[in-house]
């Protein structure tokens, strides 16, 4: 089966600027995570989806990020404004149940 | 938030050498998760761990879910270069399908 397609791969932008990454997650997979994994450190859940519905956005800093995922599918993570310590790879899974589908990531540097 | 620790940081071994990490939590968990990545991938699943006690192996890497249900291990049997990379212990939450990760624990073989 395809895996979670990410991307871009890579994105350098200025801060103040605004970013967006897409993830198409494994076909079938009813639950979409995007988390954030700063260097030398293991990921942070920013958010879940079950379908299109979001389970848990605790963790997403709500002021400059934003999620959707529309019919249930494809999902999109924006920042806007970025700032510098936004700088960390943006990974999407999808699962049906346990042990998540991770993506490649994108790697986002902030300058 | 929970929180999981994982030891050590990172570890320097000879090729041949057989390895060992381990997790500790201040809270139980139901599942114990335990990943691999790569540089400039994402995670991938190695072992799942879903019983207190559990003794799980999949080739050279053999995990156990502690008894208190706060603590993992992870055992890798004769190492190769290929097992170069970052390891990531993660638990599953009781009460949603969240998982927290780790700080990881690099590993760096010598030739």
């Known amino acids: 089966e395809a895996g979670v397609a990410q991307s871009p791969r890579y994105k350098i932008i200025e801060k103040r600027q605004s970013v967006a990454f897409w993830c198409n997650p494994i076909?079938?997979?009813?639950?979409l995570y995007w988390y954030q994994q700063i260097l030398g450190q293991g990921p942070k859940l920013l958010i879940q989806?079950?379908?299109?519905?979001?389970?848990?956005d605790s963790q997403l800093p709500k002021d400059r990020f934003s999620a959707e995922r529309l019919k249930g599918v494809d999902s999109t993570l924006k920042i806007q404004p970025a700032k510098l310590e936004d700088s960390a790879v943006y990974l999407c899974?999808?699962?049906?149940?346990?042990?998540?589908?991770f993506g490649s990531g994108t790697r986002l540097t902030v300058v | 938030g929970q929180q999981l620790n994982q030891s050590p940081q990172s570890m320097f071994i000879q090729e041949g050498e057989d390895v060992s990490m381990n997790c500790t939590s201040s809270?139980?968990?139901?599942?114990w998760l335990w990943y691999k990545q790569d540089p400039g991938e994402g995670p991938v699943l190695l072992i799942a761990?879903?019983?207190?006690?559990e003794l799980t192996s999949n080739g050279r890497l053999t995990a156990q879910f502690g008894i208190t249900r706060k603590d993992s291990f992870l055992n890798i049997s004769a190492s190769i270069p290929s097992d170069v990379g970052i390891y990531f212990c993660?638990?599953?939450?009781?009460?949603?399908?969240?998982?927290?990760f780790g700080s990881g624990t690099r590993l760096s073989i010598r030739p």
């Open positions: 899974a999808s699962s049906l149940s346990y042990g998540y589908t």
């Open positions: 076909s079938g997979h009813a639950t």
């Open positions: 809270s139980i968990f139901n599942t």
């Open positions: 761990l879903y019983k207190a006690g």
């Open positions: 989806f079950q379908n299109n519905g979001v389970v848990d």
């Open positions: 993660a638990g599953l939450e009781s009460s949603a399908s969240k998982i927290i």
